[in-house]
């Protein structure tokens, strides 16, 4: 510090010599370029004197990060969606029995209900890198599966946004315990994967050229 400041010292008689500046305005130049050096290490100190008191809200600072990471998803998942074509209607018996079903299970546990969404796009991806030929790719992840099916042309750039999003939220229902899900999430949620599931089925029947 002590040799910064001599640098700042220096630097500023220089600068008041080439501008002809009085001891008050040379003075101030010197404080405030201190002031600039000083303030990053005054808040590490302060950070560090209350570290104690700082430390039990570093978990609800975290889960703020999640539930705005959740939302933001939702929100360009559903924006993505919107570039698709229109899902044919499929409004039969057997779909509404397990729609309600799942409001039946979002109710209950959002959670549960978004990592059962996740299994449904899980094996719905391996199945399309079965059919094309992607074998080797079933042996991955949701996340890595999607991106070999991009690579290999089978998810398209337009549709491959809402995937990505989808899996992240389902990954972060999976592995993080901390995180609490609203049943609107998971309505969200479920209308998102039947979108992204309705388009996987007409491409797994015609190839991309």
Known sequence: MGTETAEIATSVATKAAEQDMTWLEFVASIVQSLVTIAWPAAVVLS?????????????????????????????EAERAAEQLPPSPSADTPETQAEQTKFERLAAISPRSALIEIRREIQDALAYTAGIRGLDAARKFGPRNMLRKLSEAGVITPTVFPLFDDIIAIGNIAAHDSSVDFTIEQALRYRELADRALAWLSTSSVSPQE
């Not at 889960?63 to 705005?68: A, N, Q």
């Not at 990471?69 to 939702?74: C, D």
């Open 47 to 75: 950070v560090w004197m209350f570290r104690n008191e700082i430390r039990p809200l570093l978990p609800m600072f975290r889960l703020k990060h999640k539930d705005t990471e959740i939302s933001f998803r939702l929100d």
